[in-house]
């Protein structure tokens, strides 16, 4: 190969390498004071790129072909559509005030956004960023989740402790449960049989049953050594079967682990201060998890339940996903 071809070659990739493929095991932070999106090479865990955002970036998740990461900016009233592989912004959709998080129709086809200021969910249609419905909820909305078979959307009220049932088809609430005090984020099982969610301020997972909307039962955290007060479960993510549930506790700075068919809390992982999002990797082998007020990211071995390292990340880093 000719020296001007290798040299060809080298800018070639290095122009297109920037992100890599899909894939790619990077991991992307959002942090909320300095408005960008955080990515970290997964194995290295070294920077790769600060992506600059609007105001506040909080919850983020991939699209369904996981080309695009999108990214809710709070205090800019939009939600910003990150190219995975080029990591740049390539649109950004208005959608009104203070939206916090949202989840993504199993279509691929609308967001389910909550929006704080307006105590309602937006549903928004994507392609055309036009809205389709607004749906009234309690106040201060924040957690939203469509379940499994993309029939139901639950959205959780922190102010009226409440959880909003609503069926996708119609854009109506189906069911009010209330919960425990400041409810926030969810997980569902696989099957959709059941749907967990966190209630900070009450310390507590509820169980509701994903069919009848009742609730099943809680689980409460009480790790050795905090006040009941600074135990303020938040982030919650489940394995791919079901078996496990990973909870971040807030100002209590560690994750439960918990056994979701038993209902038996088996472990408490020391982490960062203010545990907040959560993310597992494909493999299930590690957990990311996002310290607000430590500004890091700790980087935990699920099978020995423990922090491997712990990443700087920027100021009040928010959510965590990892692209693999």
């Known amino acids: 190969m000719s020296l001007v071809k290798a040299g060809a070659l080298v800018l070639s990739l290095a122009c297109c390498g920037v992100a890599g493929a899909k894939d790619s095991g990077r991991v992307f932070v959002s942090s909320e004071k300095d408005h960008a999106v955080t990515v970290l090479d997964g194995k290295s865990l070294e920077v790769v790129k600060v992506i600059d955002t609007g105001e506040r970036p909080r919850h983020m998740q991939f699209s369904p072909d996981r080309k695009t990461l999108y990214v809710v900016a709070s205090d800019s009233g939009r939600i910003d559509l990150i190219d995975v592989d080029t990591l740049a912004v390539t649109k950004s959709i208005d959608v009104g005030e203070d939206p916090e998080a949202f989840d993504v129709g199993i279509d691929g086809m609308r967001f389910y956004i909550s929006m704080e200021e307006d105590a309602a969910i937006s549903v928004i249609d994507i392609a055309s960023g036009e809205q389709v419905a607004e749906i009234e909820v309690g106040e201060e909305p924040e957690g939203v989740r469509v379940s499994p078979d993309g029939k139901t959307v639950y959205a959780t009220s922190e102010v009226a402790s409440m959880v909003h049932v609503i069926d996708a088809a119609t854009n109506e609430i189906r069911s009010n449960i209330t919960v425990g005090n400041r409810p926030r984020r969810f997980a569902v099982t696989p099957d959709g049989s059941e749907v967990w969610v966190t209630s900070e301020l009450a310390g507590e997972v ?75 990797s494909r493999d299930e082998k590690t957990l990311y998890v996002v310290n607000g007020l430590s500004d890091d990211l700790s980087i935990v071995d699920t099978g020995k339940r423990r922090v491997l390292k712990s990443v700087p990340v920027g100021r009040v880093p928010y959510g965590v996903v990892v692209d693999d």
């Open 206 to 280: 509820t169980i509701l049953d994903g069919k009848t909307d009742r609730i099943k039962g809680t689980i409460p955290f009480k790790p050795k050594g905090f006040r009941n007060e600074d135990v303020t479960p938040v982030g919650i993510v489940m394995t791919r079967d079901g078996a496990t549930a990973y909870v971040t506790l807030g100002r209590a700075n560690h994750v439960a682990v918990v056994d979701v068919a038993k209902r038996e809390i088996e472990d408490y992982i020391l982490v960062g201060r203010r545990a907040w999002g959560a993310t597992l």
